[in-house]
């Protein structure tokens, strides 16, 4: 995405091409993307991410604290680094049709543990909040879907107490959710 306007616009059958545009039907989940898209339009060069996304958590968070780089140093190497189009869990697939589709690994583990340490300097940030929810959710999701596996391969009676567990995190994620006013049914529904 940082590279995207000078590819374009240097791009040797551009043609007429003078501008961009992105269709935005993810924007409640996704801030941070739809901020760098939106600032390709003041540019022609590539955006230096470091910069940027320092500029980025002082706008949004209020600050970037040493371990809130840390942990976008990691989520660019991690979630932030690939691209799957509508993620899902497995949990979430009928069975049989599929298998996790979310991006996993050491990386967005602990980037997720880094941002949430942050939370002493930054919990006066709404914002800061908001995407703690939202990690911290994906972080349980991908948990969630580890114990479900292991509750599927498992034979013996243990498989109930990793079913139970999954549950119990999943009566978390939607307390964490609903504290959230993008995903609080109540402000859908009032509308």
């Given at each position: 995405?940082?590279?995207?306007p000078?590819?374009?616009?240097?791009?040797?059958?551009?043609?007429?091409?003078?501008?961009?545009g992105?269709?935005?039907?993810?924007?409640?989940n996704?801030?941070v993307?739809?901020e760098?898209?939106?600032?390709?339009?003041?540019?022609?060069?590539v955006?230096?991410?470091?910069?940027?996304?320092?500029?980025?958590?002082?706008?949004r968070?209020?600050?970037?604290?040493?371990?809130?780089?840390?942990?976008?140093?990691?989520?660019?190497?991690?979630?932030?680094?690939?691209?799957?189009?509508?993620?899902?869990?497995?949990?979430?697939f009928?069975?049989?049709t599929?298998?996790?589709?979310?991006?996993?690994?050491?990386?967005?583990?602990?980037?997720?543990k880094l941002?949430?340490?942050?939370?002493?300097?930054?919990?006066?940030?709404?914002?800061?909040?908001?995407?703690?929810?939202?990690?911290g959710?994906?972080?349980?999701g991908?948990?969630?879907?580890?114990?479900?596996?292991?509750?599927?391969?498992?034979?013996?009676?243990?498989?109930?107490?990793?079913?139970?567990?999954?549950?119990?995190?999943?009566?978390?994620?939607?307390?964490?959710?609903a504290?959230?006013?993008?995903?609080?049914?109540?402000?859908?529904?009032?509308?």
């Amino acid at each position: 995405y940082a590279n995207a306007p000078k590819e374009a616009l240097q791009y040797k059958d551009k043609g007429n091409l003078t501008g961009f545009g992105f269709a935005p039907e993810g924007i409640e989940n996704n801030e941070v993307i739809y901020e760098l898209l939106t600032d390709w339009g003041w540019t022609d060069d590539v955006i230096d991410l470091d910069e940027w996304l320092e500029m980025y958590c002082n706008a949004r968070y209020g600050g970037f604290p040493p371990k809130m780089k840390a942990s976008w140093d990691l989520l660019r190497k991690s979630c932030f680094g690939t691209f799957t189009d509508h993620p899902r869990f497995k949990y979430q697939f009928r069975p049989g049709t599929g298998g996790a589709t979310v991006h996993k690994s050491k990386e967005f583990y602990e980037a997720v543990k880094l941002f949430l340490a942050c939370s002493n300097e930054l919990d006066n940030s709404e914002l800061y909040v908001f995407d703690a929810i939202e990690l911290g959710v994906q972080y349980l999701g991908l948990r969630t879907d580890e114990l479900l596996n292991k509750a599927q391969s498992t034979k013996t009676k243990n498989r109930f107490a990793f079913y139970e567990e999954a549950i119990e995190l999943m009566k978390f994620m939607d307390k964490l959710l609903a504290s959230h006013p993008n995903h609080k049914l109540e402000n859908w529904v009032n509308l």
